[in-house]
Structure formats: structure tokens, C-alpha cells
């Protein structure tokens, strides 16, 4: 069922002591989601659509881009063939389709992560950001006819939060019969990163002061999770949204900060020659 109002959210461990938080949910206004997400961490893998298409076409959409893509992944895939066989599938929904509202599609971001390397994949306004040395890098880059606007230097980024076509994406899964044009990054990986994945709904996607502040500051996932989810309903509501966060060990992170800080004002005393109190958290 594709139109009831929906909030999930899901927490577990990885394997391989990935901790990982997810949450979906339809917005203040809209009574369906068109967003989905898949979270198979024995795999390493998580990815997030957003549908569009109709009210039942777009939630469609999304769902068949995920779970096209985790199944040939499963299947031993790579990940841009996947991702492309997804696109096959979605486009085939629209010659199903009964009603008029134009062919489904869907904005994918895939985070795949092994061993010693992590890859992200997406098409669209999905975005992915890595959270490392208390450093926020927004890793994609939106496939949208603003972006485009942008590097063409025709609009400002204030000019550019407000463009009536800011929601316009250029690339989509399932449009057209040729194979979409796929983004794809890599990187090593290590015990230190933190991925944060949104929708466009996503509160702050446009703050990144405010994401690294909320990053910084949180000691898990799930809390990250959560103050962007009571963001984005208090902010504005309208639009459906899916935001994870994925990463190894926050709390980990989140002790070596409070060490560090420790020891900054051990070592400011100890020069200043005070007593050192109690430092509490």
C-alpha cells in the first residue's frame, strides 16, 4: 500500500560495528510517502528514492528503484549495473501505467560500503555528505536545473534556495529508454567517517553549518536521526522526507572529543596554575 500516512524508522548494528539509524516519513501535509529506503547492512549497503509520477506512481517508483538495486547487489551485481537494470524496471512501470500523470521516476542515492572502501552512487537531488575530522563534505551533486544555474553563474546560492524550478531534477531513474547517466564517488574507508543521507525534504540540506553543529554535537545516530526529523516537520512539513546516517562507532568519536576537551583545560590550568576542577559533560 502506497498511500497511507507513514513515519518509520529503524536501528541496528552492523556486523561489523556499523551503527546506523534510518527514518521515512509523508510530512505534515502530503497523506502518502513517495520516498522509500532499503537498509541491508550485512551488505553494506543502504539507499534512499524519492518518487514521482502521481500519487501512487512516485511511491511506485521509488520503491521498485530500491528494490531492484539491492537485489542484484545481493546478487553480485556492481552497483552502477544495478542501478541501471533499476532504471529498465522503473521505465517499465509506466507502460503499466492506468493513469495520466506521466512516466514514474525516482532520485536514488546508494551508499555501498566494504572492507576498505566505501562508494556512492545517485542521480538526481538526493544528497550524501561524510562527516570526518569534524569536516562536513556534501559528496553529491544535485542533477537539477538550478544546480545547473549555478555553475553557469547565471543565480546566486540565496537566489537559488527560492528558483520556482529548485525541485527540477535533470536526471531521474526511469525517464527515458536510454540508461541515466550515473554519478559515482569513492573513498577509503575508516573507523572515523559518518555518512548522512536526505531527500530532498530534509531540513538544513542547505545549512551545512547547522549539519556539522548537529553532527558534532550528537553522540549517536539515532539522535541524528531525530533532530533533523523534528526539523524538517517544524521547519516546513510539506514534503515527505528519509533521512540516514550511517557510520562506525559515534560514541567512540564522541568519548575522544570529550577526552580531548579534557585535556585542553587540564593543559590551560596547568599553564594558568590554577586548581583543575571537575569537568562534567
Known amino acids: 500500500m502506497f498511500n497511507e500516512k507513514v513515519s518509520l524508522k529503524n536501528i541496528s548494528y552492523h556486523q561489523n560495528k556499523i551503527l546506523w539509524a534510518v527514518e521515512t516519513n509523508s510530512g505534515l501535509i502530503r497523506s502518502h510517502n513517495e520516498d522509500y529506503y532499503i537498509a541491508r547492512p550485512a551488505f553494506g549497503l543502504w539507499i534512499?528514492?524519492?518518487?514521482?509520477?502521481?500519487?501512487?506512481?512516485?511511491?511506485?517508483a521509488s520503491r521498485v528503484c530500491a528494490e531492484t538495486i539491492a537485489h542484484y547487489i545481493i546478487?553480485?551485481?556492481?552497483?552502477?549495473?544495478?542501478?541501471?537494470?533499476?532504471?529498465?524496471?522503473?521505465?517499465?512501470?509506466?507502460?503499466?501505467a492506468s493513469d495520466q500523470s506521466g512516466q514514474p521516476c525516482s532520485t536514488v542515492a546508494v551508499l555501498l560500503i566494504s572492507k576498505r572502501q566505501w562508494t556512492v552512487a545517485w542521480a538526481g537531488d538526493t544528497r550524501v555528505w561524510?562527516?570526518?575530522?569534524?569536516?562536513?563534505?556534501?559528496?553529491?551533486?544535485?542533477?537539477?536545473?538550478?544546480?545547473?544555474?549555478?555553475?553557469?553563474?547565471?543565480?546566486?546560492?540565496a537566489e537559488a534556495k527560492i528558483h520556482p524550478d529548485r525541485h527540477k531534477v535533470t536526471?531521474?531513474?526511469?525517464?527515458?529508454?536510454?540508461?541515466?547517466e550515473i554519478s559515482i564517488k569513492t573513498g577509503v574507508w575508516n573507523s572515523d567517517q559518518v555518512f548522512l543521507l536526505g531527500t530532498d525534504g530534509m531540513a538544513y540540506r542547505d545549512e551545512p553549518e547547522i549539519l556539522l553543529n548537529i553532527l558534532i554535537n550528537t553522540v549517536n545516530p539515532d539522535q541524528v536521526v531525530d533532530e533533523l526529523a523534528y526539523a524538517s516537520l517544524q521547519i516546513s512539513g510539506s514534503d515527505n522526507f528519509t533521512i540516514a546516517v550511517v557510520g562506525r562507532s559515534l560514541e567512540n568519536?564522541?568519548?575522544?572529543?570529550?577526552?580531548?576537551?579534557?585535556?585542553?583545560?587540564?593543559?590551560r590550568h596547568s599553564k594558568m596554575g590554577g586548581l583543575l576542577q571537575p569537568v562534567h559533560f
Open 130 to 157: 561524510l562527516f570526518e575530522k569534524k569536516k562536513l563534505q556534501q559528496i553529491t551533486r544535485d542533477h537539477t536545473v538550478v544546480r545547473k544555474l549555478l555553475d553557469w553563474g547565471v543565480i546566486t546560492e
Open 48 to 60: 534512499l528514492c524519492d518518487g514521482m509520477g502521481g500519487h501512487a506512481g512516485g511511491a511506485m
Open 253 to 267: 568519536r564522541f568519548i575522544r572529543n570529550a577526552v580531548e576537551k579534557s585535556r585542553e583545560i587540564w593543559n
Open 75 to 96: 546478487q553480485g551485481k556492481d552497483l552502477e549495473q544495478a542501478i541501471q537494470l533499476s532504471h529498465e524496471a522503473v521505465h517499465n512501470l509506466g507502460k503499466q
Open 171 to 180: 536526471r531521474a531513474i526511469g525517464i527515458g529508454k536510454e540508461h541515466p
